[in-house]
């Protein structure tokens, strides 16, 4: 079952039970507010808990000193950020070399939704947004009670789920901003009577308003939180994966039917270790040992699934046939390899005179070609035992659609980044992935992180990983090439859990506050740099409303320069090459 496909009509009946709920008044009477289809429920409870957190006020305003300057580096690292990018799509304009649309355009992975964008994980990726706006709100709310600004309420948002934590701060006190009072500011009915006898009204003492460096702690609590608790995420995950090792590089990729593997029980994704207790570390092993296979003989493969070694035996088959070459994973309508006739899953193994034994064999080859060229490529399908090649004469390539190479001829197949081989005497094709080389350089990272490039890889690990492949953490596939050691190994699976969480949680807190950085209202980076921007101008001009007006302007205009530079960056290539 796809669960992807039930939870849009799911979400949709839960919008429209909160349309009905909201029009009958039902929420406001439990003091829910709804935006759409979220909902914030609010609470007057927990402001004690927020005062004996606020008791260490010293503590609590170096904190906030210390976000300012982070803050600032972080506005002024996005902003330079945006600019970069608008710049080299204007100039990809100029030499018509705008980047094909693709699923970074997508609106679906424009927001960090988790579950809906395809790079963020659903469980992993909702815990992690959990504790950012959690950790974010609460850090306003604390810095609020430091600074004696009144907290209205706290609560959580709720879309269908649970999606955050908020604190709502007096906005009028916090900002200047003047606020109809809401529900939960006024006063129980007992207290504004007593035995029937109206209550003397008496004039509201004038709200405390914020001055402009307590506004700023308060503001900057909530990306120095981000930052923190995104350092001790990532501080706790490269500590736990000096406790993961490699089960091994070669994965089994294809059990033939009807083969001696498929009858013995070999499974796809297992990890092959060895042949006859010969350990085998790579493709080129397995090639080298299965090759020397005699038909009739017993063979003994040692194998890994899910964290558990097996030993399979079988007898090898009469067809004594042995190949390597790369396995064509996709291709795409109306290219040369679909009008010739290459079917998904064949194994590519010459091409003229040249033997692909390996992606880069192939690679080389097609990098040589030019559009128009015909050439002959000769493949085998690893889905039967007839291990016999077929022949596709006088293939024509077609215009390459990159802009780098524009003269490179064009097959239209994808392939596998892994080296792969089968034997057809086993009945069992495998790939090699390095596992090994992967992991360590995980584990690098930290020491990259003394310069900008060790900052860029966590920024875009989990989008383009070390080569574009993306790392969403260790799931799936991914895992059964990895195992615990040492005193983690008897929580088993529940290692590779907690990474997957503190993963997330480090690189959606060093996003959130990297975004909150922005100098665009009403982010927090927004609100910070209107201040600042003030207070640089009152020493020029003086205080005055010609300040305040000219200050809003300046963060006004950078925001809708901020906003019009996200929707080219979105439209940019689709503007380029059609909707």
Not at 498 to 522: E, H, K, Q, R
Request: net charge negative; proline share 5%.
């Amino acid at each position: 079952m796809n669960y992807t496909d039930l939870l849009l009509p799911l979400f949709l009946f839960y919008w429209l039970i909160v349309v009905i709920l909201n029009r009958r008044g039902i929420l406001a009477k439990y003091n829910i507010t709804a935006y759409g289809p979220l909902l914030m429920i609010r609470t007057t409870k927990g402001q004690e808990f927020l005062d004996r957190l606020a008791v260490h006020k010293t503590f609590w305003r170096t904190f906030a000193n210390i976000g300012l300057p982070a803050m600032l580096l972080g506005m002024l690292i996005m902003f330079l950020l945006i600019l970069f990018i608008d710049y080299s799509l204007i100039t990809s304009f100029q030499t018509q070399t705008v980047p094909q649309p693709t699923k970074f355009n997508e609106p679906r992975n424009i927001f960090l939704i988790p579950g809906i964008n395809e790079y963020i994980p659903l469980y992993w990726g909702a815990i992690a947004l959990i504790v950012t706006l959690m950790v974010h709100e609460f850090s306003h709310a604390i810095l609020c009670k430091v600074e004696g600004i009144k907290v209205k309420s706290m609560g959580i948002l709720l879309a269908l789920v649970p999606v955050g934590g908020f604190a709502e701060p007096d906005e009028e006190q916090l900002l200047g901003k003047k606020e109809d009072r809401t529900d939960i500011e006024k006063e129980s009915p007992a207290e504004e009577s007593r035995a029937g006898v109206p209550a003397t009204e008496e004039p509201a003492e004038p709200k405390r308003i914020a001055t402009r460096s307590e506004r700023v702690r308060v503001l900057t609590a909530g990306v120095m939180a981000n930052f923190v608790t995104a350092i001790i995420a990532f501080f706790l995950f490269f500590t736990l994966l000096g406790s993961i090792s490699t089960v091994g590089d070669v994965m089994v990729t294809t059990v033939i039917p009807g083969s001696p593997a498929q009858l013995a029980g070999v499974n796809q994704s297992m990890i092959l270790t060895g042949i006859n207790d010969i350990k085998v570390d790579n493709a080129s092993d397995f090639l080298s040992y299965a090759s020397t296979i005699t038909p009739g003989s017993n063979v003994k493969l040692n194998l890994v699934e899910n964290g558990v070694p097996k030993e399979i035996n079988l007898i090898a088959s009469g067809k004594n046939v042995t190949l390597a070459g790369v396995k064509v994973l996709t291709v795409t309508e109306g290219s040369a390899a679909q009008t010739a006739g290459i079917k998904e899953d064949m194994i590519i193994t010459r091409i003229d005179d040249t033997e692909i034994k390996e992606l880069k064999d192939f690679i080389n080859f097609m990098n040589s070609t030019k559009e128009g060229q015909k050439i002959d490529i000769y493949l085998l399908s690893n889905s039967s035992l007839n291990a016999s090649t077929e022949v596709f004469k006088g293939v024509e390539l077609g215009k390459n659609p990159s802009h780098v190479n524009t003269n490179k001829g064009f097959l239209g197949v994808s392939y596998s980044p892994e080296q792969g081989a089968v034997s057809y005497s086993i009945g069992m094709g495998i790939g090699e992935f390095q596992a090994k080389t992967y992991l360590n350089m995980l584990k690098s990272i930290p020491s990259l992180m003394t310069g900008i490039y060790g900052w860029v890889i966590i920024f875009g690990l989990p989008i383009f990983g070390f080569a574009g492949e993306g790392f969403p953490g260790f799931s799936g596939m991914l895992m059964n090439f990895y195992e615990p050691t040492g005193w983690v190994a008897v929580f088993g699976v529940v290692v590779f859990w907690m990474l997957n969480t503190l993963l997330w949680i480090g690189w959606m807190n060093f996003y959130a506050g990297l975004f909150n950085c922005l100098p665009a209202v009403p982010l927090d980076g927004g609100h910070v740099f209107r201040d600042v921007m003030t207070s640089f101008l009152s020493k020029v001009f003086g205080d005055g409303e010609k300040v305040e007006r000219i200050s809003n302007a300046i963060v006004l205009v950078f925001a809708v320069l901020i906003l019009l530079s996200f929707v080219f960056v979105m439209i940019a290539p689709y503007a380029a090459h059609g909707f």
